[in-house]
Structure formats: C-alpha cells, structure tokens
C-alpha cells in the first residue's frame, strides 16, 4: 500500500493572499483562499453570508466550527452582536465596544469562536451592499491583525464584484 507523504504546511503572506484573490476567478475560490489563510492566521474564524436581515454561516474553521456548527449558525441583524455592529457601521470591529449589551446570540457566538479575548468583524462590501462578515477569534503568533482582517474583507468584496461584473 502507497502512503502520501505529507506536505508541508505553505504560509502565504496577506500580500500573497490578496494577490491570490485578486486573480481568482470564481467567488467560491475567492473565499478559499481568504478562508485558508484565516485558518493560518486566527485559532477561529467564521464566514457570514447576510441575507434577508440575517448573518447565515458560510465557511469557518475552529475548535468549536466543524462543518454542521457553521451552517447552523445564523444571527439575526436585528440583534446586538459584533458582526451587527460591523454590518451596520461598514466598518472592522476589534473587541466588543464598552458599554454594548450582548445577548445570548452574542455569547454563542463568542463560545463558537473559542471564547477569544480579541474577536474582530469586518464587513465585505460588494457595491452598495453588506455581502458578508467575517468574524475571527484571537490572531496566532504576534503582530496587529486588524489590517490583514480589513484587507482580506476589502479584497474579497472587491473580487466579488469584478467576478460578477466580468460574468455580464
């Protein structure tokens, strides 16, 4: 019997990765590479899809995010959260701002991200329109992450758009 020998793990830099999304030429490979390099950058992450007023679990990674947990996950924007805030301020989100109520939508949520102490939310704008959020749990190994989360959300939004534009 043939045994595959394992590759090594390849660690793509944020420039790599937007490169990568920039010449995609589907959305679902796109979101693939984003989604791969936020398994290698974040203990968890969570892909959210907005339709009709909720945030419907897309794609993730994460002690707590097999395949069925993902899909299951569904928040409504009506309800305080921090995919919530960033939705509807279009902007990153880093930690829950003092003085915001959570509720139990909220708490799941976190619970589903491994409890992180730093959670961060970035919208992906596509046009006019909210197409997504992603929310990713504390960042593994050192440095700020907040700018690699607000350009992987820009470039995914921006492939998005050129991918549809380019289908017409």
Known sequence: MLWATPQ?????????VIAAVDDAMTKDTATEVVMRYAAQRWTASLLLVVKEGAALGHRGHGKHLPPDAVRAVAIPLASPSIVKIAHDSRALVSGIP????T???SDRLLKLLG??????????????????VVVVADPLGPGNSEPELSQLAFALGDADERIVRDRK
Not at 98 to 101: A, N, R, V
């Open 8 to 16: 090594p793990l390849i660690r793509l830099t944020v420039d790599e």
């Open 98 to 101: 003092t003085g915001t109520s």
């Open 103 to 105: 509720g139990a939508i």
């Open 115 to 132: 409890s992180p102490r730093h959670p961060m939310a970035a919208p992906v704008i596509v046009g006019n329109r909210i197409a997504c």
